[in-house]
């Protein structure tokens, strides 16, 4: 286990694998903006992954995860123990996994819940997972607290649980969705006049997805090992649903719903009072 204590200040350089990337640009701004010195190694860069092993205190992997994967165990071995390897891949199991293994030196996931498009950090989630060693964690959740950052801490296992509802499932339903007006024939535009505010905005988040890189979809719902089962459970869901509010009693099919309303408790009118905000933002 690693007990040697490292140091890491405005001195200590941050190296981004894959810095070339949409993720990879966003940090390196985002870092610079802190005050640090970073170096990139990407194709076609001057330094190497293998340079900013040497060279930097602090690595971070910011590639799909397969290469992460690949990258931690060719570059693991040579990383000293006062150094930290990161990564900000969607799924922790593996990875976290691969750079626990293939290295003595401190490990800690991040998962920025953002795109590269942001603004601000303010009020944006960040989930970290802890691999070993707690100086490098300790830092990297300073840095994004101080900027306003939401920071939440789990297990690797619970993360990824939780990321086959919040991505994989999330991102199913809104193909599941383009594809049903795809096989209806019917083009969002052409039914925006008859809309309301709500489809409005599902429609321009749907179509927000399909504006992006369709691989990294595929990825996020297919290759969570927890995806199956959670998706399995929403089939359930759904075909008991369409059974209750299809069936010939509207009394059974509102006393449904109540009662699913009842497990959200006061999450619903939190939700009602937000969303109305947004809205109100959104169309005024």
């Given amino acids: 286990m690693n007990t040697k204590k490292i140091a890491i200040n405005k001195n200590s350089e941050i190296g981004i694998i894959g810095g070339k990337g949409v993720m990879g640009q966003w940090l390196l701004d985002?870092?610079?903006?802190?005050?640090?010195?970073?170096?990139?190694?990407?194709?076609?860069t001057d330094l190497t992954n293998a340079d900013l092993a040497n060279q930097c205190k602090i690595i971070i992997l910011s590639t799909p995860i397969d290469q992460a994967i690949q990258i931690s165990k060719q570059l693991g071995k040579n990383l000293r123990q006062d150094q930290v390897?990161?990564?900000?891949?969607?799924?922790?199991?593996?990875?976290?996994?691969?750079?626990?293994?293939?290295?003595?030196?401190?490990?800690?996931?991040?998962?920025?819940?953002?795109?590269?498009?942001?603004d601000t950090l303010k009020n944006q989630n960040i989930v970290l997972c802890v691999g070993r060693g707690d100086q490098g964690y300790v830092w990297i959740k300073d840095l994004f607290v101080n900027n306003g950052a939401h920071v939440k801490t789990l297990n690797a296992i619970d993360h990824d649980k939780n990321m086959a509802i919040v991505q994989s499932l999330t991102h199913?339903?809104?193909i599941c969705f383009a594809n049903t007006l795809k096989k209806m024939k019917i083009h969002p535009k052409d039914i925006f006049e008859t809309s309301t505010p709500v489809f409005k905005i599902n429609s321009d988040l749907t179509g927000r997805l399909f504006a992006q890189d369709p691989d990294l979809y595929a990825t996020l719902i297919g290759s969570n090992k927890h995806a199956k089962q959670c998706i399995n459970t929403f089939l359930e869901?759904?075909?008991?649903?369409?059974?209750?509010?299809?069936?010939?009693?509207?009394a059974n099919a509102s006393q449904y719903i109540s009662e699913i309303g009842n497990f959200l408790g006061s999450?619903?009118?939190?939700?009602?009072?937000?969303?109305?905000?947004?809205l109100n933002i959104i169309f005024e």
């Fill in 85 to 118: 390897l990161m990564d900000i891949c969607s799924q922790k199991e593996d990875i976290l996994n691969a750079m626990l293994e293939s290295s003595a030196c401190e490990v800690v996931g991040i998962h920025p819940m953002f795109g590269p498009t942001i």
């Fill in 30 to 44: 985002f870092f610079k903006d802190c005050g640090y010195s970073v170096k990139i190694s990407d194709i076609n």
């Fill in 237 to 250: 869901s759904f075909n008991e649903t369409q059974e209750k509010l299809m069936g010939d009693s509207h």
């Fill in 172 to 174: 199913l339903l809104s």
């Fill in 267 to 278: 999450y619903k009118d939190e939700a009602m009072e937000r969303s109305s905000k947004f």
